[in-house]
């Protein structure tokens, strides 16, 4: 026991008028909620204790927000820098090969068009668009730096009538340069030099259009001589030559069907006896069927067929190790056959012609001559038929080299077209080229530079005036705002609420809540008993209440969590079983219990089972960290559960509890919070309301104290943890 415990029972005679008439608090907090007088303003200690709530958070940001007011009433004092360029610009454009034609254009106005120009809106983009990348401060703390550019820019003439001067103003001069230079190469680039951009850009689309035209023309000559070698000439002419030539062969084998026609007529009427024909010795007759067959067109564009592909499969044997199994060498090879059967059966076709040709000259006693002709010689009706099959082959070459022709011509003529077109385009590129080399209009006279030094205008202690207005706002502001929020500053700010005040406990580390023994540490020793001492007060203010009803049953709750009632249940009901009163203490809020790690126990079955009968008092009793104080915990069932039993079997849980304990002290959840709360306040002997300073807020006690009151709790009064005035320490 504490020293203080000792003085228990004199401190309880004096304080039991003060609690005789408890019970008439919430009729006095209620008359005294209709009939106070209206509350005046925050007191100055009211405002200090709001300060002293917030001075972590008020003074960074008025800090702060002084700094930046600072730095914005600098930058109004910043000094101004004045920046030029010159630039000179011809009222006549440079021309190499063309003269200058017509009047020259009035100086004034060309003075004023280009000062418009230089501030044109076109300009002004393009400065914003180029400068872009660069993120500059001038440009990025502006709202609109188009317009904002409009405003900044000066031009004059004011230097000579082709010098054109532009300034600018700003306090920044590494950015100012950059603005106005950006400003003139834009001028010239957008406006001044148009001119040459255009004329580059027309040269441009002229060469890619005569590279165009080019492409085009080698694609057709090179369809134009594939197109003749497939019909065996090298272009038109030579096409044309061929087309007259098998024209005329084709009229000469037409007369030669006639002739022959004519001699068959006549042989008929006189047919030549057996006798007259010579004998022909077969080494003769092959003789003259070779000089036939190589005499034979057809037969040379056989040999020459089977020639080229014999020269592709020898590169497939030279090139491959396997060719004889690839597919396009078997080909050829079947292709080759083909050849060759049909050189031998042409051969075969020419025997008759050269056994004739041979008789006839045995006939005239001449050395057999072989005519050479690219057709079979005509001898009886079997050879007219040869001429006039040869006939009807010859005129379908010439309709495909007449076709051919036709397209060719078309084509010649397309390419005529792309080659005129071509030169066209050539003779626009060339003075192009040279107008190019011309020099500009418009060329840099003089690069962006500082010509004004700054002359500051106003001192820059003037600054300081308005940060400090600044700093003392938001102070006030964030003070403001804590005092709306009605913060408990202390046991006298409970007066005017009509809350009686019953105790006081001092502010104590967090490593001392948990300890109900004396520690061996000097501070936290010294804590602990100016918090013992404390609750020792309090003890005896409740002692005279608790006498005069055995079996005492107390709820200690607050308004709002966080508000220190489970310490103060904990630590009060300790106390009372030190005062050697056996005491009970139960942790009936099952939402969110702390008991049972304050005082370092299991939770285990508690009175969430009790309440539901599924165990008996016995059973969830433990054992507290102090002889005489017995713990029942909050257990593990449902809360909604617990809550809803508490109406039909808390009563008689009650009335098993108060038959073996003096002191029943019941830790509940928060009053605003829960609904449960307010039952086991309405069915406890009285109320102790914790109350935590600088959490805690008046508005909620009061509507704390209202539902008490609507339920005929008996409310004891409060209990302010944290109070400066609870422990002098001078004793």
Not at 49 to 57: D, E
Not at 471 to 485: H, I, Y
Not at 544 to 567: C, D, I, N, R
Request: with cysteine; hydrophobic share 40%; proline share 6%.
């Amino acid at each position: 026991m504490s020293p203080t415990s000792t003085h228990s029972p004199s401190l309880s005679e004096r304080s039991a008028p003060a609690l005789a008439d408890s019970h008439e608090a919430p009729r006095r907090s209620r008359e005294g909620e209709d009939g106070a007088e209206p509350a005046s303003g925050p007191t100055p200690t009211q405002v200090l204790h709001a300060m002293r709530r917030r001075w972590l958070v008020a003074l960074p940001l008025a800090g702060a927000t002084a700094a930046i007011v600072y730095l914005g009433a600098q930058s109004q004092l910043t000094p101004v820098y004045t920046a030029r360029t010159l630039v000179h610009v011809g009222a006549d454009r440079r021309s190499i090969l063309y003269d200058n034609v017509g009047t020259r254009p009035d100086t004034a106005n060309y003075q004023r068009t280009q000062i418009a120009t230089v501030k044109s809106r076109l300009v002004r983009q393009v400065v914003v668009h180029d400068l872009g990348p660069l993120n500059l401060a001038t440009l990025r703390t502006k709202a609109d730096p188009v317009g904002w550019l409009e405003k900044e820019i000066v031009a004059d003439y004011t230097v000579a009538p082709e010098i054109l001067r532009v300034t600018m103003k700003g306090g920044e001069t590494g950015e100012l340069l950059l603005i106005l230079n950006a400003v003139r190469d834009a001028y010239l680039r957008e406006v001044v030099n148009r001119d040459l951009a255009d004329l580059s850009s027309r040269l441009t689309n002229l060469k890619d259009l005569a590279a165009k035209h080019d492409a085009r023309l080698k694609t057709q000559r090179h369809k134009l001589s594939r197109l003749a070698e497939s019909f065996g000439a090298r272009d038109l002419t030579s096409l044309r030559v061929k087309y007259e030539y098998t024209t005329n062969r084709v009229q000469t084998l037409q007369s030669e069907v006639l002739l022959a026609r004519l001699e068959a007529q006549r042989g008929e009427a006189a047919p030549p006896t057996p006798k007259d024909d010579p004998a022909l010795a077969p080494p003769a007759v092959e003789a003259a069927l070779d000089r036939a067959v190589a005499t034979d067109l057809i037969a040379e564009g056989l040999r020459k067929e089977v020639e080229r592909l014999e020269k592709k499969l020898a590169a497939f044997e030279r090139r491959l190790l396997n060719y004889e199994a690839d597919p396009e060498y078997r080909q050829g090879q079947v292709e080759i056959d083909t050849l060759r059967t049909t050189l031998t059966r042409r051969r075969e076709s020419l025997r008759g012609v050269a056994t004739e040709q041979l008789r006839a000259a045995a006939k005239l006693q001449q050395p057999a001559v072989v005519v050479v002709s690219d057709r079979p010689p005509v001898t009886g009706k079997h050879q007219i038929a040869l001429l006039e099959a040869e006939i009807q082959r010859k005129e379908r070459v010439t309709g495909e080299l007449a076709k051919c022709i036709a397209e060719l011509e078309l084509l010649q003529g397309e390419i005529v077209s792309q080659e005129e077109q071509l030169a066209l385009v050539n003779s626009k590129i060339r003075p192009l080229d040279v107008e190019l080399q011309a020099p500009p209009r418009a060329e840099v006279v003089e690069e962006a530079v500082i010509v004004e030094t700054p002359r500051v205008e106003r001192t820059l202690k003037l600054a300081g005036a308005p940060a400090g207005i600044a700093f003392f706002a938001v102070l006030f502001f964030v003070t403001w705002l804590d005092l709306r929020r009605g913060r408990v500053n202390g046991s006298a700010d409970l007066g005017p609420a009509r809350v009686r005040v019953i105790g006081a406990l001092p502010a104590v580390r967090p490593n001392v809540l948990p300890v109900f023994a004396l520690p061996t540490q000097n501070r936290a020793r010294r804590e602990y008993l100016q918090l013992t001492d404390a609750l020792d007060m309090t003890r005896a203010v409740i002692a005279p209440v608790l006498a005069a009803a055995p079996g005492y049953t107390l709820v200690v709750t607050s308004p709002a969590a966080g508000e220190g009632k489970t310490v103060l249940s904990a630590h009060l009901a300790a106390r009372f079983a030190r005062s050697g009163l056996r005491t009970l203490l139960i942790d009936t809020d099952a939402r969110r219990p702390k008991i049972d790690r304050l005082l370092g126990l299991k939770r285990g079955t508690g009175f969430g089972e009790w309440a539901s009968g599924l165990v008996s008092l016995s059973e969830v009793v433990k054992q507290g960290p102090v002889p005489g104080l017995d713990v029942i915990t909050a257990g593990g069932c449902d809360p909604q559960t617990v809550a809803d039993l508490l109406d039909l079997r808390f009563p008689e849980l009650l009335r098993a509890a108060k038959q073996e304990y003096a002191i029943v002290i019941l830790d509940t959840a928060p009053l605003l919070s829960a609904p449960d709360s307010l039952a086991l306040s309405r069915l406890a002997d009285g109320v102790v309301l914790s109350v935590m300073r600088d959490v805690s807020r008046l508005a909620e006690i009061r509507a704390c104290t209202e539902r008490l009151a609507s339920i005929n709790a008996h409310v004891l009064g409060a209990v302010v943890t944290g109070d400066v005035h609870a422990h002098d320490g001078s004793y």
